[in-house]
């Protein structure tokens, strides 16, 4: 059993349920009833509740869950004219309409289905499995002379024995008398390596209507919630016990709306609620963690933990506002403010609380869409963001998070810290920069070529040179140039240390489209190009850095795509071949992470965003559409037309949706302010993307 269902994701809430096989599907029900055949010979699944297995509610609810899980996949067998048993997200919408769900209040239908699908599967799963346990205990029953003696003293009122938590008293009734237990419970099975009894989990879920304001404001329960927060050992395991029995809905009731929330698109792997608490692991789990990448985070969270309590709470609660709608990140901080007030928080932290849950998307978005080496964007954001966005791009599902997106946020967290401290980016700070910058270059090359020649090749590079490039890619940028004498363009691969991606090293004579002309040869190649930092020379010479993997993301490794694209990248620039030939007569695919999502029709229209404010030197477009192959060249080679120099790019893709973002100036280096030419932009892209 445990087999299957690690097999079908090993959890109710995943993005493709299987309806048959899945945990809490068709077999669940089916395999309980047949432990309950052979060992007591019933034959209908009224006689569970006969022989004790089961009360009356739960058998009802059962009965309820069974009739709809049986509805949806006999529709789903219609619709898909064959034997289909997976919940696929092309026929979520579908079945949606069919069974009558319509948009309301901001929420889609479809994810109004799924969240009545997961509410049965979730029933399905914690009964099935409280029948299979009654069945075999009732089994072994020994008598209860020797029960007593397997019996060990919990306090508080409970007792274990063969691994189970039980109470003194008849647990309904026990919860009754003191609903403080409740809280108690959970604190036993986060200290211990004991699971909750059959009836002492059907007792929870029936006594949480005595989570009320009394119970919420009690100071005694309160330090008990934290006491469990405070410790690490189980903390995911108990706030997803708690939530599986819908206790932690009633306690922090602004949870309540995500319970079972899905998000209809292939990038968000889990519900809200079991992403919430996956994101509370990826930081508890940190000091534990040994990958490189994460380093970083590890001596940031030992510096916060005076604070923990209220990164965790934040962690939890970053995303309750999707329960209510759209701008889920302005009603979630209202809602976290309000969770925090209750929970006795001071008011100085309720504000952090607000704050962060109100930008909890902005670290991600600004270090993956905006140059890191802007002073105006360094000094918007506070360092103590950089956990919570790493915890929720962690659990948002497997290959969100990689060694790019991790090193360009802790680039920005670099960058904030070192502004805070120094009070912002002074000319002196610059020249220092680049005076420490030369040096190191001369260090790095200096036995290989002459000092004169570097120090001419440094004196051609603008002061943004130094702001992007450390001096270790300075140097080789600098070496590729000095050793390539009548070539067009040479090109080197880099595997930078921390693996993730790989870097593609570029220096060629400019020329208008060359990066349009780079990202089509990448294209036809199957690269995938996630980042790039494009500087020209005041002698016209272009260092480029791209950042890149391959279809599967995952850095490239092999030495004949390595010389094919330099060797291809080179015919190109010369004119020997162009680039549409290329693309004709190649096949290059999208990374297979994303082949399935082309088929489900998710709404999400081109957008384009021209910004002359956030930087002071450059026009910003951030593009949001269909990611497509080739689509990168498509871009680049209608700014060219256009007259525009591109000086840093950023890709993001979120499976099938692409978010690409350009550090733009006209031909002479100047932002481009006319509105008539902004106008013509945004109209020419539209008319390529749509």
Not at 48 to 76: A, H, I, P, W, Y
Not at 496 to 517: K, M, N
Request: aromatic share 8%; net charge negative; glycine share 6%.
């Amino acid at each position: 059993m445990e087999d299957r269902l690690n097999k079908h994701g090993g959890t109710v809430y995943v993005l493709e349920p299987n309806l048959k096989e899945g945990m809490g599907g068709l077999r669940d029900i089916h395999t309980a009833l047949w432990v309950a055949k052979v060992l007591y010979g019933i034959d209908r699944i009224d006689e569970l509740e006969e022989l004790g297995l089961v009360d009356r509610r739960d058998l009802r609810l059962l009965k309820t869950s069974l009739n709809f899980l049986q509805r949806v996949r006999c529709e789903l067998h219609f619709t898909a004219n064959a034997a289909r048993d997976v919940l696929s997200m092309e026929r979520q919408p579908y079945l949606a309409m069919r069974f009558g769900f319509e948009d309301r209040s901001g929420i889609p239908a479809v994810e109004r289905f799924m969240q009545r699908y997961y509410t049965h599967a979730g029933q399905v799963h914690q009964i099935t499995e409280n029948i299979i346990r009654r069945c075999l205990e009732k089994e072994r029953r020994t008598p209860r002379i020797l029960m007593r003696l397997k019996e060990k003293d919990l306090g508080l009122g409970f007792f274990s024995r063969e691994g189970f938590i039980y109470s003194r008293k008849p647990p309904v009734e026990f919860f009754r008398e003191d609903p403080g237990c409740l809280m108690d419970l959970f604190k036993i099975y986060q200290d211990t390596n004991l699971e909750l009894s059959p009836e002492m989990a059907v007792a929870v879920k029936r006594s949480v209507k005595l989570v009320d304001d009394n119970f919420r404001s009690d100071e005694r329960i309160r330090g008990m919630f934290f006491s469990i927060l405070d410790e690490g050992k189980k903390l995911y395991e108990t706030l997803l016990l708690m939530n599986e029995l819908r206790f932690l809905g009633s306690y922090i009731p602004e949870f309540a709306g995500i319970h079972c929330k899905m998000q209809h698109d292939y990038y968000h792997t889990y519900t809200v609620d079991e992403h919430s608490i996956r994101a509370i692991r990826e930081i508890v789990e940190l000091p534990m963690s040994r990958e490189t990448g994460l380093k970083i985070y590890r001596t940031v969270y030992e510096e916060i933990m005076n604070n923990r309590q209220l990164l965790l709470l934040v962690i939890l609660l970053h995303d309750v506002g999707k329960g209510a709608g759209s701008g889920h990140s302005e009603k979630g901080a209202k809602m976290g403010a309000a969770a925090a007030a209750r929970l006795g928080f001071p008011a100085d932290d309720i504000e952090t609380i607000d704050f962060l849950i109100r930008n909890h998307l902005v670290m991600a978005h600004v270090a993956q869409r905006r140059d890191l080496h802007e002073e105006k964007t360094i000094k918007e954001f506070a360092s103590l963001m950089v956990l919570l966005t790493m915890a929720d791009l962690r659990a948002v599902g497997p290959g969100v998070w990689n060694e790019w997106k991790g090193s360009l946020i802790t680039e920005l967290f670099v960058e904030t810290n070192r502004v805070l401290e120094t009070g912002g980016l002074k000319w002196g700070d610059v020249l220092d920069r680049i005076e420490r910058t030369r040096k190191r270059v001369e260090e790095n090359i200096g036995d290989k070529l002459p000092i004169k020649d570097i120090r001419d090749e440094l004196d051609r590079l603008t002061e943004r040179a130094y702001l992007v490039f450390r001096p270790r890619k300075l140097s080789r940028l600098i070496e590729m140039h000095l050793e390539m004498g009548e070539q067009v363009v040479v090109s080197a691969w880099h595997q930078p240390r921390g693996g993730g991606y790989t870097e593609f090293y570029v220096v060629a004579d400019d020329h208008p489209g060359l990066f349009s002309r780079i990202a089509g040869v990448l294209a036809a190649n199957n690269v995938n190009i996630l980042g790039a930092q494009i500087l020209t020379r005041t002698d016209g010479i272009v260092f480029d850095i791209l950042q890149v993997t391959d279809s599967v993301m995952q850095p490239i490794t092999d030495s004949v795509k390595f010389r094919l694209v330099s060797r291809e990248l080179e015919k190109v620039l010369k004119g020997d071949l162009t680039v549409e030939d290329l693309i004709h007569t190649r096949k290059p695919s999208m990374p297979l992470a994303r082949k399935k999502a082309v088929v489900v029709e998710v709404e999400a229209p081109t957008r384009i965003d021209i910004d002359n404010e956030v930087s002071d030197n450059y026009t910003v477009v951030d593009i949001y559409t269909k990611d497509r192959i080739g689509l990168l060249y498509s871009i680049t080679s209608t700014l060219s037309s256009l007259g525009l120099s591109i000086h840093t790019a950023k890709v993001s893709t979120k499976v099938d949706q692409a978010a690409d973002v350009f550090y733009l100036t006209d031909l002479e280096g100047n932002k481009i302010d006319d509105e008539g030419r902004l106008d013509k932009i945004r109209m020419e892209l539209l008319k390529v993307l749509e």
